[in-house]
C-alpha cells in the first residue's frame, strides 16, 4: 500500500506557519512580568509551593540582592555532606538508608534499615512475563524511554493501580524503588542485542545484594565488583536521590500528582522530564564535550590551547553549537555544589595513576577555566560554580557503566525523591497546580472556509 507522505517543501512551509504562530516575542515577557520557567531576573525561583523534604541553599538574599555562598544540598535536616562522611567513616551502604529517610522523615535504626532493605530485595522481581512483553518483544534504543514506558506498563500488572489510600502509594514507592534497577539492566541487555548485536546475558536477582551491588552484578558477564565500586556507585545514587521540589523532574511529578492521576503515570511523566539534556541527560552532555575536547585540542595540559576552544563552543562554533559548557552553572548552587565537591574527590581517588587521569586533570581545567572566559564571553557577572554533572560520567566511566546508563542511573536514584514528594503532595497539596499564562492573540473575524486566500 502506498503512503502519501507530506512533501518536504509543503513540510517547510507548514513549519514556518507554525513558527510564525508560536514565537513570542521576549520583550513581551518583561512587559508583562512574566517570570519565563518560573524563574525572576536574578535567577532566583518563584516559590511555587512548601517542602519539608529537601533544602537545595546556594545563595542568600542580603537586603534584596542575590548573595554567593557555598552550596548546601539538606535531606530531612541532614547535610548530605554528613550523610555521605557517615557512611564511608562506617564502611557501608547508604542509598537504602537515605530512601528510609525520605520517605519516612528520620535515619532509620539498624533493625529498621535491615527491614527495609529486605523488604526492597522482596520487591525487585518483576511481574511473571513482563520481560518478555514490555521489554524483550519491543526494544529501545534510549533506555530512559523504555524505563518510562515499563513504569507505566506496571500500572497494568497491580490489581490496586487505582487505589488512593497511602498504604498503597507507599507499597507502590517502594515497589519501583526496587524494581527500576532491574528493568534499567535488563532493557539495556535488549539494547545491546537488538542495537548493537552484541550479546545479551540476563542473570537472575541475588536477595542478598542491595541496590548498587544489584546494578552492578546485573550488569558485568561474570558478575563480578568490588566492595569500593559498589561502594562508589552507592555514594552516586545518593547523591542524585534528591534535590527539592522545584527541579524540573519532581515538579512535574508534583503537578501530575495534583491532578490526582495515578501514580504510575506521575512517576513515568518524571523520568520523560529528567531525560533531557538540560536536566538529568546533562551528564552525557557532559562526556560527549569531553570527547569533543580530546579530539580538537592537541595538548590537553595547556590551559591556553583549552581555552581557546572553550570560547569556541561559547561562540557556537565547536561541540554541538550550543554555546554551553556542560557540566557548568546551576539554577541554584553559586559558588559550588556540594554533590560536585563530593563527587570530584572520589572521582580525583580513583582516577590517580591510571591512564583516565588525564581526563580528570582535562574536566579540572574546564572547571577552573569557566568562569573567567565565560564572564569575558557574555559580558555577565553571574557566578558560575561546576555542578554534578561535571564528574558524575567520568565516574561511571570508571566504574565501567556504559553511556546509554548515565541517564537512566540518575532516575534509578531520584525515584527516592519524587516518591517522598509525591506523598506530600497528596497529604497537603488538595489543590491542582494551575498557573496563568498571559493571553496575547488578537480578536479575529472567523472567515467561511470559501473565502479564505
Given at each position: 500500500m502506498n503512503k502519501q507522505y507530506i512533501s518536504d517543501e509543503r513540510l517547510k512551509n507548514l513549519c514556518n506557519n507554525l513558527r510564525d504562530a508560536s514565537v513570542i516575542a521576549p520583550q513581551l515577557y518583561e512587559k508583562f512580568h512574566v517570570k519565563r520557567g518560573l524563574r525572576r531576573s536574578d535567577g532566583t525561583g518563584v516559590i511555587a509551593g512548601i517542602t519539608n523534604i529537601c533544602n537545595v541553599h546556594g545563595y542568600v538574599m542580603n537586603e534584596g540582592e542575590r548573595e554567593s555562598i557555598e552550596g548546601d544540598l539538606v535531606y530531612r535536616g541532614y547535610r548530605i555532606s554528613d550523610l555521605v562522611a557517615s557512611v564511608e567513616a562506617e564502611d557501608r551502604f547508604g542509598f537504602e538508608e537515605t530512601v528510609y529517610l525520605l520517605l519516612f522523615g528520620d535515619l532509620p535504626t539498624a533493625a529498621e534499615l535491615q527491614e527495609f532493605t529486605d523488604k526492597l530485595a522482596l520487591y525487585r522481581p518483576l511481574p511473571d512475563n513482563f520481560v518478555v512483553d514490555m521489554i524483550l518483544k519491543a526494544p529501545s534504543n534510549n533506555i530512559m524511554n523504555k524505563l518510562a514506558r515499563s513504569v507505566l506498563?506496571?500500572?497494568?500488572?497491580?490489581?490496586?493501580?487505582?487505589?488512593?489510600?497511602?498504604?498503597?502509594?507507599?507499597?507502590?514507592?517502594i515497589s519501583l524503588v526496587a524494581k527500576l534497577p532491574v528493568i534499567m539492566t535488563f532493557a539495556y541487555q535488549v539494547k545491546r542485542s537488538h542495537y548493537d548485536n552484541k550479546s545479551m546475558i540476563m542473570h537472575p536477582l541475588r536477595p542478598e545484594?542491595?541496590?548498587?551491588?544489584?546494578?552492578?552484578?546485573?550488569?558485568?558477564?561474570?558478575?563480578?565488583?568490588?566492595?569500593?565500586?559498589?561502594?562508589?556507585?552507592?555514594?552516586?545514587?545518593?547523591?542524585?536521590a534528591e534535590h527539592g521540589g522545584g527541579n524540573n523532574s519532581t515538579f512535574t511529578c508534583r503537578v501530575m500528582t495534583s491532578s490526582g492521576t495515578d501514580a504510575y503515570a506521575a512517576y513515568s511523566a518524571a523520568i520523560g522530564s529528567l531525560k533531557g539534556p538540560r536536566h538529568g541527560g546533562a551528564n552525557l552532555k557532559v562526556m560527549?564535550?569531553?570527547?569533543?575536547?580530546?579530539?580538537?585540542?592537541?595538548?590537553?595540559?595547556?590551559e591556553g590551547e583549552v581555552a581557546d576552544h572553550m570560547r569556541k563552543i561559547l561562540?557556537?562554533?565547536?561541540?554541538?553549537?550550543?554555546?554551553?559548557?556542560?557540566?557548568?552553572?546551576?539554577?541554584?548552587?553559586?559558588?559550588s555544589d556540594p554533590r560536585e565537591k563530593i563527587l570530584k574527590r572520589k572521582a580525583l581517588a580513583l582516577a590517580e595513576g591510571k591512564e583516565i587521569e588525564a581526563e580528570f586533570r582535562l574536566l579540572d581545567t574546564i572547571e577552573r577555566l569557566t568562569p573567567e572566559i565565560?564572564?569575558?564571553?557574555?559580558?555577565?557577572?553571574?557566578?558560575?560554580?561546576?555542578?554534578?554533572?561535571?564528574?558524575?560520567?567520568?565516574?561511571?566511566k570508571m566504574l565501567r557503566l556504559p553511556m546509554d546508563l548515565y541517564t537512566p542511573m540518575f532516575a534509578i536514584s531520584r525515584i527516592?525523591?519524587?516518591?517522598?514528594?509525591?506523598m506530600e503532595e497528596l497529604l497537603t497539596g488538595n489543590r491542582i497546580i494551575r498557573p496563568a499564562y498571559k493571553a496575547i492573540a488578537k480578536p479575529r473575524t472567523y472567515a467561511p472556509i470559501s473565502e479564505r486566500g
Open positions: 506498563a506496571l500500572y497494568s500488572y497491580d490489581e490496586r493501580c487505582e487505589e488512593k489510600t497511602l498504604e498503597n502509594e507507599l507499597r507502590t514507592a545484594e542491595n541496590t548498587a551491588q544489584t546494578i552492578l552484578s546485573l550488569l558485568r558477564a561474570d558478575r563480578q565488583y568490588t566492595k569500593e565500586e559498589a561502594q562508589l556507585l552507592d555514594i552516586l545514587l545518593m547523591l542524585h560527549e564535550m569531553l570527547e569533543d575536547f580530546k579530539t580538537n585540542v592537541k595538548h590537553w595540559e595547556n561562540r557556537k562554533e565547536a561541540n554541538d553549537h550550543s554555546g554551553l559548557i556542560y557540566g557548568m552553572g546551576h539554577a541554584v548552587y553559586t559558588l565565560f564572564h569575558a564571553e557574555k559580558g555577565s557577572d553571574k557566578v558560575v560554580c561546576a555542578n554534578v554533572d561535571m564528574y558524575s560520567g567520568l565516574v561511571y527516592a525523591g519524587w516518591s517522598a514528594h509525591r
